[in-house]
Structure formats: structure tokens, C-alpha cells
Nanobody, 126 residues
Framework: QVQLVESGGGLVQAGGSLRLSCAVS????????MGWFRQAPGKEREFVAA????????YYIDSVKGRFIISRDNARSTVWLQMNTLKPEDTAIYYC???????????????????WGQGTQVTVSS
């Protein structure tokens, strides 16, 4: 089993920053691809960013490119999502997820992630 615990959400004004953390336990973290997803009220959960097992590859949706940064520390079994220049449309519950489907590349497909955290709320006020 794999356990994921997110933290770092909160309320921030537009233009501000937040840093989300996801602590992972249970399996070899260094072999897992990691992703961040978000779900706004009334909308489906969408992919935001992903990082490969080694940390050498990352991928972002267009709407967060240049504003969000995904990173990881395999020694600490933790992945982060640094969110800058936040916009009201970034408001959502953010989830981290783990996959062992690809140990080299980045995984962007939600259904390939079997392990999920409980989510953390991010609210951006205008």
C-alpha cells in the first residue's frame, strides 16, 4: 500500500503564492511517478503537473506553465507543488497521486494513478 498526505493549502489573494507538499510512504518512492491534480466545484478532476520518478522530467498543463513548479526529493519521499501568481480560477481541491505505471517518463493520465491523497483546499480570492 501507498499512503499520501497533502498539506499546504489555504486562502490566498490573487497574485500570491502557496506551496503544497505531499508526503509519501509505503513503497519505494524513488520508483514512483508523481502527479498533482485538482478538482473545482462542479468540475471533473483535472491533471495539473507530473514529475518522473527520477525528477528529471516534468510536465504541466498550459494554464499553469510558468507559474507552477513541481519538484521532489526522493530522500525525503516528498513531492511539492510551488504555485505562484495564483488566479481565482486556480481555486480547487488539490490532490497528489502516485503511479508505478512508468518509472522513466511522466504520467498525465488520471486513470493510471492508483494511489491518491485526501486533498487540500486552495482558495484564491480576487
Amino acid at each position: 500500500q501507498v499512503q499520501l498526505v497533502e498539506s499546504g493549502g489555504g486562502l490566498v489573494q490573487a497574485g500570491g503564492s502557496l506551496r503544497l507538499s505531499c508526503a509519501v510512504s509505503g513503497r519505494t518512492f524513488s520508483r514512483s511517478g508523481m502527479g498533482w491534480f485538482r478538482q473545482a466545484p462542479g468540475k471533473e478532476r483535472e491533471f495539473v503537473a507530473a514529475i518522473s520518478a527520477s525528477g528529471g522530467r516534468t510536465y504541466y498543463i498550459d494554464s499553469v506553465k510558468g507559474r507552477f513548479i513541481i519538484s521532489r526529493d526522493n530522500a525525503r519521499s516528498t513531492v511539492w507543488l510551488q504555485m505562484n501568481t495564483l488566479k481565482p480560477e486556480d481555486t480547487a481541491i488539490y490532490y497528489c497521486a502516485a503511479t508505478f505505471a512508468d518509472t522513466v517518463g511522466v504520467v498525465t493520465t488520471r486513470t493510471l494513478y492508483p494511489y491518491w491523497g485526501q486533498g487540500t483546499q486552495v482558495t484564491v480570492s480576487s
